[in-house]
């Protein structure tokens, strides 16, 4: 009875793999979506999200996660599925890693 529940308390994602993040050397050109990066506000890339896009990022190692808007396109760098912008990624704890595996929950699309 214990494995079941256990397994009714595993997460479910709908992707995971490695995320990244971008910051000062893309702050305020414009995003695939049109808009400025920002690199404080909470906003992410990815490949194939709709713009606009409710995304929360679950740090898989510490279980921390934040909730980003996707206004972008990326990663480029095969492996990644998000990059993330400074602000998201420093509240989520990575910055100095550069990289986290993460879990994605899709919150709500536009």
């Not at 998201?88 to 919150?107: N, Q, Y």
Request: charged letters at 15%.
């Amino acid at each position: 009875m214990l494995v079941g529940a256990l397994a009714l308390q595993q997460p479910h994602y709908d992707e995971v793999g490695i995320a990244s993040w971008y910051g000062p050397g893309f702050h305020g050109k414009i995003t695939a979506s049109g808009e400025p990066y920002n690199m404080y506000a909470f906003t992410a890339a990815h490949r194939t999200l709709p713009f606009g896009t409710v995304v929360r990022v679950v740090d898989l190692a510490t279980g921390r996660s934040v909730v980003v808007r996707i206004n972008d396109r990326g990663p480029f760098v095969a492996g990644r599925i998000i990059d993330l912008s400074y602000a998201a990624a420093e509240a989520l704890g990575i910055l100095a890693r550069g990289t986290a595996r993460v879990g994605l929950v899709v919150l709500g699309h536009p």
